[in-house]
């Protein structure tokens, strides 16, 4: 059995980002092999059209919700496997790719949502009955996990509806299916934040069953998902600051290992590598493997983190050079990395600060680079590589 509430997903977070895309593909096929099963499960279980997948399935294509819900019932499951697959694009930006597998994926998926979603007292969309993997709260002096929309799940279909529609742009095709999804997502359910500056788990503010609870789904609109981005939505960015700060810094592994990439939005290298330290002091035995539990999502979420302080990038083929360097590795290189908008980068650094970095990619691709708050633009000449000195920014 594999689980997508977090674990197999972090399993591919350093898929694309560390220059391994070949291994994508076999998770995109699993993800396209559920489809059968999933229709069955979503028309079975909620009367809805589309595809839907829970919290984990098995070579069988095991798709249907099961036991408790707090364990059993992941409304986002399918939705926040379809990252994986919007993300293979992402990075390479196959065109062929887009049409002839991801989007009939990520479309399929998205009329599941169309139809689960229901409005509420507000006139909001929401996604109901809904939980947060496997967490709790109280409620009369009894531990609750079904709410009527989480964060969690309200972010996972803001993120599918929103790269449906820029595939179908793409694609330059369905426009009557992208009308249908712009128009409930403009009436999706919005992140709340409560009386106390903290982002909100659940659909309303309630007490916390476990104040230090290993899962961090509140935070998927900043990542995995670029949903937010923290200097801009700053509101939102620091209400959950906050309540990942509420939550402790003692926790699983891979939990450990989700803060380093989570910092590393936030572009507080000290942070990061904060959670970087404890996870090899705390976390790993003496063959690095992950422990607390053994897992090796931990091992792999780790060196997207460490790849994700080193590089980032977005869907607008915006590049951003050491992000979040903590003082200690004042001096580095990397090469090899990848960006989205199907770039490879070699970064050199020292002194702390840029020394030159190196952008491969097909002549004619173009994008912007920043560093330290410098945006310069570049576009790949004949050579196939564009080199910038640090004293470019």
């Known amino acids: 059995m594999f689980c997508y509430n977090i674990n197999l997903n972090m399993n591919y977070w350093c898929a694309e980002n560390t220059n391994l895309s070949e291994c994508h593909v076999p998770l995109v096929e699993f993800i396209d092999s559920l489809r059968e099963s999933g229709r069955e499960s979503a028309k079975a279980y909620f009367g809805c059209d589309g595809w839907f997948t829970s919290k984990k399935s098995d070579i069988w294509g095991f798709t249907m919700p099961y036991g408790e819900s707090v364990y059993g019932l992941s409304v986002g499951g399918s939705g926040w ?28 998926a998205a009329e599941f949502y169309l139809d689960y979603l229901t409005e509420n007292d507000e006139g909001y969309l929401v996604a109901s009955p809904s939980s947060s993997p496997e967490n709790s709260f109280m409620y009369n002096g009894k531990k609750v996990n079904i709410c009527g929309g989480t964060e969690y799940d309200h972010r996972i279909i803001q ?9 179908a742009e793409i694609l330059g095709d369905d426009d009557e299916f992208k009308g249908r999804i712009q128009e ?6 919005p992140s709340k934040i409560g009386s106390n500056g903290e982002l909100l788990e659940w ?25 937010y981005d923290t200097r801009e939505d700053t509101e939102i960015a620091e209400a959950a600051k906050k309540t990942l700060l509420s939550r402790g810094s003692n926790s699983t592994a891979w939990s ?41 999502d931990g091992n792999l979420g780790f060196t997207a983190g460490i790849a994700e302080m080193i590089l980032q990038s977005n869907y607008d083929k915006e590049i951003i050079l050491l992000p979040a360097i903590p003082d200690a590795w004042d001096e580095g290189y990397v090469t090899g990395l990848r960006a989205r908008g199907d770039f490879t980068v070699d970064i050199q650094w020292g002194g702390g600060k840029l020394l030159d970095a190196v952008i491969y990619g097909d002549a004619g691709n173009s994008g912007t680079v920043e560093y330290d708050g410098n945006v310069i633009e570049f576009t790949i000449p004949e050579s196939g590589k564009c080199v910038l000195s640090g004293e470019s920014f």
């Open 203 to 227: 659909d309303a503010e309630y007490t916390k069953a476990e104040k230090n609870h290993r899962h961090l789904s509140f935070i998927y609109g900043i990542h995995p998902a670029q949903v």
């Open 159 to 167: 993120e599918l509806f929103e790269n449906c529609i820029k595939a």
């Open 256 to 296: 450990t290992a989700w803060r380093i990439p989570i910092w590393a939005r936030y572009f507080d290298g000290e942070n990061a590598y904060n959670n970087v330290k404890t996870f090899l002091k705390t976390n790993v035995n003496e063959n690095l493997f992950c422990v607390k539990p053994f897992q090796v």
């Open 184 to 189: 409930a997502l403009s009436k999706l359910a």
């Open 81 to 108: 496997l379809c990252e994986d697959v919007w993300e293979y694009y992402n990075f390479n930006r196959d065109e062929d790719y887009l049409r002839d597998k991801a989007y009939p994926i990520m479309r399929e």
